[in-house]
């Protein structure tokens, strides 16, 4: 057998193609197309590493699969889907890279490392979008519906973008958070920004920090820092992937603290496994477990702060969780416990609640229609528990709930916040 040895043909035949995996996959419950399952996935990329299949058959079926990686946790077999996954969106991004015309592969190359791995160019388009929101022109543009020739996918989400912080505020963000005065630190802990969190969330950024040190922690933030790689890894750009893994395992190894703090399950789904990306590497391997040792979502850190959570809410929450932290990180009760020690909350669970909403990084961008038929089917159940905030940890997640919420029509009657700002709320931090 001439077997392609650029797929990851060893983890494919650990499959037993059972089916359990099939409700639990978005693409399939929406598709209904067995080459949009887990399942058929991993079919396919078996037949084309035995050379049955040509790397261009499987290019449909793998770029819409969302990487949400819900079928890992219904797995009896305990079948690795996501090395799978990455396995062959690497081999696939090698074989387009020979097709990909020379002006589109720059701008690609381009946007992987020069503009997500430059906070300086983030912050950037940043200020711009803080300029269009507050001098009145994003009224306007609203108003005579301007936007609209923009393509639809991105007019759609222009009208879900939050509320920028301003450039001033934003440079004369603290580089350190301090507990109480009187109080000693719990925890040293070190604050992982993101990119596209820290130009566009920086709110929620904030926020966590001074929830952070409210909670009794001592918070730093370094300027080293740069993006986690999750959406060069999911491009298939393992190359990318790890120059940014190492700049941050470098950035961070120089502190000594107790924990590296994350407020966003994509991210934090990236920085748990920094180690895979070094497996047998004898410089690099120790580094990236210790570096992993250290990595906590937000959520973990807070639920056991015991926060002065004292405004009441009468408010009926639901939670979406994100695929990230729930699939990969494996957090799940602690978000749901900070929620409920939030005086007057009532909480509503979701039927189904730990599907993909059809964010899944740039998916909605790249696959809007596919998206938003997944984000209908999330919706529907969210009506059924009459929430009036829709609470997630993530801030793709974010913004694609908002979206489902004005789709809807129901922005009247019901609010999307991250979970930090829920917190913040209740601790009185605004």
């Not at 598709?31 to 040509?54: C, D, Q, W, Y």
């Not at 702060?305 to 639901?318: A, N, R, Y």
Request: glycine share 6%; aromatic share 6%; charged share 25%.
């Amino acid at each position: 057998m001439n077997r392609n040895k650029e797929l990851p043909y060893d983890e494919t035949i650990q499959c037993v193609q059972c089916g359990y995996c099939l409700p639990a996959c978005p693409t399939y419950v929406t598709m209904e197309r067995e080459t949009h399952s887990p399942r058929g996935r991993i079919n396919l990329v078996k037949m084309a590493a035995e050379g049955h299949l040509s790397l261009s058959e499987l290019e449909g079926p793998i770029d819409l699969c969302l990487g949400c990686r819900a079928c890992e946790t219904a797995c009896p077999s305990g079948v690795e889907y996501g090395k799978i996954l990455e396995g062959a969106r690497e081999a696939l991004a090698e074989h387009k890279a020979k097709r990909t015309s020379k002006p589109l592969g720059k701008l690609q190359d381009a946007m992987f490392q020069d503009v997500f791995p430059d906070s300086k160019k983030l912050k950037l388009a940043a200020d711009m979008i803080w300029l269009y929101q507050k001098s009145g022109l994003q009224k306007v543009a609203h108003k005579s519906k301007l936007t609209r020739i923009l393509p639809k996918n991105l007019w759609a989400f222009e009208e879900v973008l939050p509320q920028v912080t301003s450039p001033a505020a934003r440079r004369n963000r603290p580089r350190l958070f301090e507990p109480p005065k009187g109080t000693q630190p719990k925890w040293k802990v070190a604050f992982f920004t993101g990119c596209i969190m820290d130009a566009m969330f920086e709110k929620i950024n904030r926020l966590s920090m001074e929830l952070l040190a409210m909670g009794g922690c001592e918070v730093q933030v370094i300027a080293e820092q740069t993006c986690c790689g999750a959406l060069h890894a999911h491009a298939g750009r393992k190359d990318d992937t790890v120059m940014l893994a190492k700049q941050n395992i470098e950035a961070f190894e120089r502190l000594d603290v107790d924990f590296i703090i994350n407020n966003a399950g994509g991210c934090g789904a990236m920085l748990v496994e920094y180690d895979h990306l070094f497996h047998g590497d004898p410089q690099w391997e120790a580094r990236a477990k210790a570096f992993v040792a250290k990595t906590r979502d937000i959520t973990q850190v807070l639920a056991v702060c015991e926060l002065p959570l004292s405004k009441p809410m009468d408010e009926i929450v639901t939670y979406q969780h994100s695929c990230h932290m729930t699939n990969v990180q494996k957090v799940v009760k602690e978000p749901l416990e900070l929620i409920k020690q939030i005086p007057g909350i009532s909480y509503k669970e979701m039927a189904n609640p730990n599907m993909c909403c059809g964010s899944a990084g740039i998916y909605n961008v790249v696959h809007y229609e596919e998206s938003m038929e997944i984000l209908g089917v999330k919706m529907e159940t969210v009506k059924t528990t009459q929430a009036t905030t829709i609470v997630t940890t993530n801030p793709g997640c974010l913004l694609q709930m908002k979206l489902g919420v004005q789709k809807e029509g129901m922005s009247d009657k019901v609010r999307t916040v991250h979970l930090v700002e829920l917190l913040a709320e209740s601790a009185k931090l605004i």
